[in-house]
């Protein structure tokens, strides 16, 4: 049984630095493309970042380009999203998510942590 369990979250100011982290287990990690989603109050959810199974190619969205990195730990089993120079605007619900295939649906979600941007 796969699970995701996503920590991390939590209030900052912003200009402050959140790390989320999400536990895998149940699947062969290396072999899964990760991926960290947001959703805002009243938006879409949309795609933050993405480490690819395999080499580790990474991709961001533009609006977190510069700031925001995605690791991943394979001895832990575990993906991370170091979070710097946070905005109000990145305040959100963040989900982790697995995928196995390139450019498939994503399989696999967490429960979400809450992250919140003061101004």
């Known amino acids: 049984q796969v699970q995701l369990v996503e920590s991390g979250g939590g209030l900052v100011q912003a200009g402050g630095s959140l790390r989320l982290s999400c536990a895998a287990s149940g699947l062969t990690f290396h072999s899964w493309t990760m991926g960290w989603f947001r959703q805002a109050p009243g938006k879409e959810r949309e795609i933050v970042a993405n480490i690819r199974r395999g080499f580790g190619t990474t991709y961001y969205a533009d609006s977190v380009k510069g700031r925001f990195t995605i690791s991943r730990d394979f001895a832990r089993n575990t993906v991370y999203l170091q979070m710097n120079n946070l905005r109000p605007e990145d305040t959100a619900v963040y989900y982790c998510?697995?995928?196995?295939?390139?450019?498939?649906?994503?399989?696999?979600w967490g429960q979400g942590t809450q992250v919140t941007v003061s101004s």
């Open positions: 998510a697995a995928r196995q295939v390139d450019y498939g649906p994503y399989n696999y």
